[in-house]
């Protein structure tokens, strides 16, 4: 089974390659999510429920269960889908994105959720300063314009639309977190100011995930701490793997 990695917004699937050169398989799968570098299905929204509908697909064409990574935005994918399809997932782990009724959006989601607001915002959009804002939130300065040089137009629709369909995403989504399955791992940065460290452990709380790993970090652990999260990541792998064959064992 591969494993599969879910960025967040508004990065790109590139965001995992620091983090990929850390990890020994080599059957690893970065997403690009629909809108984001990416190019958008027919008749596609670009909604919360269709961002997961659509991993959720991805999954299925995969034919067995994965390990299933996401941060940020990619982090309360993979909790949506692990809790609505729990047969495709052999275990999880994530981070930097609170799925939480009592989380308070940052700022500039704020900003993105406002009709007019956001599309002005997008319309004087600044690389510079965007660049800026994400290398203080602890993305290194290289990985923050490489990512804001990847913003377009189709990028700013969709990260419009999918913000403005998540304003109660907590609410709704946080009960289903007790239908996760899986064995899980949630990684999160100390010095994370969007998404604040003690959501972590709610999340882990909320899906009895095996492990919390809190890393002098901020928001950007996969980037800023890759070597940590990718040797967290093969020793909750490794687990996964002890604990399926210690089960095949006494099946026999």
């Known amino acids: ?5 879910v960025h967040g917004v508004p990065d790109i699937f590139r965001v995992w390659e620091p983090l990929r050169k850390h990890l020994s398989r ?6 690009a999510l629909p809108g984001f570098n990416s190019p958008l299905p027919a ?3 670009a909604t919360k429920e269709e961002y997961a509908n659509w991993i959720i697909r991805q999954l299925e064409d995969v034919g067995e269960p994965v390990d299933l990574v996401g941060h940020d935005w990619g982090c309360m994918l993979t909790m949506r889908v692990a809790s609505l399809r729990p047969d495709l997932i052999r275990s999880w782990a994530v981070g930097s994105g609170p799925v939480s009724a009592t989380y308070e959006w940052h700022p500039l989601a704020k900003i993105w959720q ?4 956001g599309e ?13 804002f994400m290398a203080k939130a602890g993305l290194p300065m290289e990985s923050a314009e490489e990512a804001v040089s990847h913003i377009d137009q189709a990028m700013g629709d969709c990260i419009l639309r999918l913000y403005r369909s998540a304003l109660e ?6 009960p289903d977190l007790r239908k996760v399955q899986a064995p899980g791992l949630v990684f999160w940065g100390k010095e994370d100011t969007t998404c604040p460290v003690e959501f972590a452990n709610e999340l882990a709380s909320d899906t009895r995930a095996r492990r919390v790993l809190k890393l002098n970090a901020g928001h ?3 980037v800023e701490r890759s070597t940590e999260v990718a040797q967290a990541l093969e020793h909750h792998w490794a687990s ?3 604990t399926a064959k210690q089960a095949k064992g006494e099946q026999q």
């Open 169 to 174: 995403v907590g609410k709704q989504w946080q």
């Open 1 to 5: 089974m591969p494993a599969v990695l």
């Open 220 to 222: 950007w652990t996969i």
């Open 114 to 117: 406002t009709p007019g607001k």
């Open 43 to 45: 008749n596609f929204n």
């Open 26 to 31: 080599q059957d690893v799968v970065a997403l």
């Open 120 to 132: 002005e915002w997008f319309k004087v959009f600044d690389p510079s300063a965007v660049a800026n």
């Open 240 to 242: 996964v793997d002890e």
